[in-house]
């Protein structure tokens, strides 16, 4: 059995790793630090599984599944991610992934979701899974001013709507302070705000963030 974790924090991706071969028998854990280096190894050698952050520098995750997905459709993605908004849940899913729950879940929560997607079945964290049938219409897609956003635009989005730096932005997804900023520009148009402060207020408003959640 064979798992790919994608993860740009090499402490975080190394201790999962780790995690994975304490609890699962038989099983090869490799390691991608982006989408592009994801997207070289699953070429060369196809895993059962793909545990796939989503904020990653370059390639985004949720790009990154959807071109895996585009290539191998049978390739199964689960995403763990510090994101939990069901707006993110929702691109997630629509990118391909057969899974999804938040690194705030304990152990054997992680394990459940491995060896489910393992076995094929559809796996989302029950809290989440709750949330969702609850709010049905919670995804972020009921405005059609998010629906004409691409994959990038929309985390770029989400990190300006939670109030991160543009440096630290940049850092992360491996672009210039100045891209952001044209991000930005380009996001306030789209989104018909004037100022960074309405879209915060038009990312609560459709739920793409929670008051009180902490950036990831």
């Known amino acids: 059995m064979k798992i790919l974790l994608v993860d740009d924090h090499a402490v975080v991706r190394q201790g999962y790793a780790s995690l994975l071969r304490a609890m699962l028998s038989a099983v090869q854990v490799s390691e991608a630090c982006d989408g592009e280096q994801a997207l070289q190894m ?4 196809i895993p059962n599984l793909v545990i796939m952050d989503i904020s990653l520098p370059g390639i985004s995750g949720l790009e990154t599944t959807r071109r895996l997905r585009q290539r191998l459709p049978q390739l199964r993605v689960l995403f763990f991610s510090m994101h939990d908004e069901l707006p993110i849940l929702r691109q997630a899913l629509d990118a391909g992934a057969i899974g999804y ?9 992680l394990l459940e979701a491995v060896n489910r997607t393992l076995a094929g079945h559809a796996y989302i964290e029950q809290r989440l899974a709750t949330h969702l049938a609850c709010h049905p219409q919670a995804d972020g897609h009921a405005d059609p001013r ?12 989400v990190m300006l709507a939670k109030g991160t730096p543009n440096s630290q932005i940049a850092a992360k997804l491996c672009i210039s302070s100045k891209t952001v900023s044209n991000y930005l520009t380009l996001l306030k148009s789209k989104l ?13 408003d459709t739920g793409v963030i929670r008051l009180g959640l902490e950036s990831a």
């Open 42 to 45: 699953v070429q060369d050698d």
């Open 101 to 109: 729950l938040s690194k705030t879940s304990a152990p054997e929560v």
């Open 146 to 157: 998010l629906r004409g956003m691409t994959q990038r635009e929309f985390e770029i989005f």
């Open 192 to 204: 018909q705000v004037s100022s960074q402060a309405e879209l915060v207020h038009l990312a609560i």
